[in-house]
């Protein structure tokens, strides 16, 4: 172990690239520890989104035409018309390069353990798997969440990037639609009705298979009626999905990526109660049975709910959790220097542009809880340097910066030279 960071970001989604980007404009010289480069695993350094094609949805995230500076009304309409989404790698790759143009560190690596409750309000230890320790006076943990997946081997192979299987329809719907693709929904939830529903609007798709293992259904009335009323939908009870079957990829079409250069052609559909197998012909494939945040590294140290998002209070602090050891730390309302954001604590929203958000948010809550900690420590007039919400928040936009505004640790950092001086 050597220095001591100001501050460690765990998980490189947008929430982390964000909080990335801004930690370092704001002079923290962050460590983003990335998570794994294993595509196979579902924790791929940079999130979610490196398992999706277009992403339609990102304000700006788009290759748009080149324009005049000053285009007529027919040039826009024109260029409208050509905007396309940036692929989810694309995406990824843009937020890496922006968040380390500005200083962000990057570990390609895993964390193994964090340790909270030992040291509440000091220094903190985060392990990763190389067995190397980091220790910091503050984390950002923005460690996403995982579809929960089948389980089943040809799943992988289908598994994003226009292969077939997906687990958003709001986010890869769209290409089933423009490839008139036939599909199925997996799951008995609220979730799975909802991503039904919303599959049956999409011009494009003109059948969605609901299959359940069950008779007995998760989600609520209304929703299970009105999937149940929908004429697009057809429910295939008792059924389980035990294989995948491919085809070779068609060329022309407008899913524009694929893998092993086959795609999916139809699930094997197993009777729950006869264990008779047939084949269900499909383009898509979307599992709806869930989704794990990946908290478990907080588990007995934070407060989550019962499925496991972690809990944070208006500024994005961690609350400690009822089981930690630490009496002291379970006296506390929230984790001094501990901040949360992104999918690992929001089960309701979950896209990438409010995980980015969060990501900012839990930044500047970060830079606040440092300079509060620097200023105490080196026995400054709080009013002579500001921390208001004001000034923390002006002194991120990029205006006051090009008119002089400095950071706040820079600026504490001035303060603290000058009690030196002049003593
Ligand atoms: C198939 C699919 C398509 C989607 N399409 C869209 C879309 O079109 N538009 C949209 O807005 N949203 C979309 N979403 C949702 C969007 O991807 C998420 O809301 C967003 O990625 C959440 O960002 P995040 O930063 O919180 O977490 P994530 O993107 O989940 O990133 C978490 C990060 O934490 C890392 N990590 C986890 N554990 C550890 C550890 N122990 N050590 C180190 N690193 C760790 C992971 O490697 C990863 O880098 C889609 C999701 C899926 C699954």
């Given at each position: 172990?050597?220095?001591?960071?100001?501050?460690?970001?765990?998980?490189?989604?947008?929430?982390?690239?964000?909080?990335?980007?801004?930690?370092?404009?704001?002079?923290?010289?962050?460590?983003?520890?990335?998570?794994?480069?294993d595509?196979?695993?579902?924790?791929?350094?940079?999130?979610?989104?490196?398992?999706?094609?277009?992403?339609?949805?990102?304000?700006?995230?788009?290759?748009?035409?080149?324009?005049?500076?000053?285009?007529?009304?027919?040039e826009?309409?024109?260029?409208?018309?050509?905007?396309?989404?940036?692929?989810?790698?694309?995406l990824?790759?843009?937020?890496?390069?922006?968040?380390?143009?500005?200083?962000?560190?990057?570990?390609?690596?895993?964390?193994?353990?964090?340790?909270?409750?030992?040291?509440?309000?000091?220094?903190?230890?985060?392990?990763?798997?190389?067995?190397?320790?980091?220790?910091?006076r503050?984390?950002?943990?923005?460690?996403?969440?995982?579809?929960?997946?089948?389980?089943?081997?040809?799943?992988?192979?289908?598994?994003?990037?226009?292969?077939?299987?997906?687990?958003?329809?709001?986010?890869d719907?769209?290409?089933?639609?423009?490839?008139?693709?036939?599909?199925?929904?997996?799951?008995?939830?609220?979730?799975?009705?909802?991503?039904?529903?919303?599959?049956?609007?999409?011009?494009?798709?003109?059948?969605?298979?609901?299959?359940?293992?069950?008779?007995?259904?998760?989600a609520?009335?209304?929703?299970?009626?009105?999937?149940?009323?929908?004429?697009?939908?057809?429910?295939?009870?008792?059924?389980?999905?035990?294989?995948?079957?491919?085809?070779?990829?068609?060329?022309?079409?407008?899913?524009?990526?694929?893998?092993?250069?086959?795609?999916?052609?139809?699930?094997?559909?197993?009777?729950?109660?006869?264990?008779?197998?047939?084949?269900?012909?499909?383009?898509?494939?979307?599992?709806?049975?869930?989704?794990?945040?990946?908290?478990?590294?907080?588990?007995?140290?934070?407060?989550?709910?019962?499925?496991?998002?972690?809990?944070?209070?208006?500024?994005?602090?961690?609350?400690?959790?009822?089981?930690?050891a630490?009496?002291?730390?379970?006296?506390l309302?929230?984790?001094?220097?501990?901040?949360?954001?992104g999918?690992?604590?929001?089960?309701?929203?979950?896209?990438?542009?409010?995980?980015?958000?969060?990501?900012?948010?839990?930044?500047?809550?970060?830079?606040?809880?440092?300079?509060?900690?620097?200023?105490?420590?080196?026995?400054?007039?709080?009013?002579?340097?500001?921390?208001?919400?004001?000034?923390?928040?002006?002194?991120?936009?990029?205006?006051?910066?090009?008119?002089?505004?400095?950071?706040?640790?820079?600026?504490?950092?001035?303060?603290?030279?000058?009690?030196?001086?002049?003593?």
């Amino acid at each position: 172990m050597n220095e001591i960071r100001n501050v460690i970001i765990i998980g490189s989604g947008p929430a982390g690239y964000t909080a990335a980007l801004y930690a370092a404009r704001a002079n923290l010289h962050p460590l983003l520890i990335a998570g794994s480069l294993d595509p196979t695993t579902s924790r791929i350094k940079g999130g979610q989104l490196m398992y999706t094609s277009d992403i339609e949805n990102f304000p700006a995230g788009i290759q748009p035409p080149d324009l005049s500076d000053y285009p007529s009304e027919e040039e826009t309409q024109a260029a409208i018309e050509n905007v396309h989404g940036l692929s989810g790698p694309d995406l990824m790759k843009r937020m890496e390069l922006q968040a380390r143009h500005f200083g962000a560190e990057m570990l390609e690596e895993f964390v193994e353990s964090v340790d909270i409750c030992a040291n509440p309000g000091k220094t903190y230890r985060v392990k990763t798997v190389d067995g190397k320790e980091h220790e910091t006076r503050a984390i950002i943990i923005a460690t996403g969440a995982s579809s929960k997946r089948l389980g089943i081997a040809a799943e992988e192979k289908f598994f994003g990037q226009g292969g077939g299987v997906s687990t958003c329809a709001t986010c890869d719907g769209a290409n089933f639609s423009r490839a008139k693709a036939t599909v199925a929904v997996i799951g008995g939830g609220d979730s799975a009705m909802e991503e039904a529903s919303y599959l049956s609007r999409l011009d494009g798709i003109p059948k969605v298979y609901l299959v359940h293992r069950r008779e007995e259904f998760r989600a609520s009335k209304v929703m299970l009626k009105r999937a149940q009323e929908n004429p697009k939908i057809e429910f295939l009870l008792h059924s389980t999905v035990e294989d995948l079957k491919g085809k070779p990829h068609p060329q022309g079409e407008t899913i524009r990526f694929f893998k092993d250069k086959e795609v999916l052609a139809a699930a094997v559909l197993k009777d729950t109660r006869t264990g008779e197998t047939r084949d269900l012909e499909i383009d898509g494939l979307f599992i709806a049975i869930g989704h794990t945040p990946n908290s478990e590294l907080f588990k007995g140290q934070l407060k989550m709910d019962e499925a496991g998002y972690l809990e944070h209070d208006g500024r994005m602090r961690a609350i400690p959790s009822m089981t930690c050891a630490s009496a002291e730390m379970r006296s506390l309302e929230h984790v001094p220097g501990i901040f949360v954001a992104g999918d690992v604590s929001d089960h309701i929203y979950r896209q990438a542009i409010t995980a980015a958000g969060m990501g900012c948010q839990a930044a500047i809550e970060a830079e606040r809880y440092l300079a509060e900690t620097m200023v105490a420590e080196a026995g400054l007039d709080a009013d002579a340097v500001s921390l208001s919400d004001e000034t923390i928040a002006q002194s991120h936009w990029s205006s006051e910066r090009e008119s002089g505004e400095k950071p706040v640790i820079e600026r504490i950092m001035e303060a603290e030279e000058c009690v030196a001086a002049e003593k």
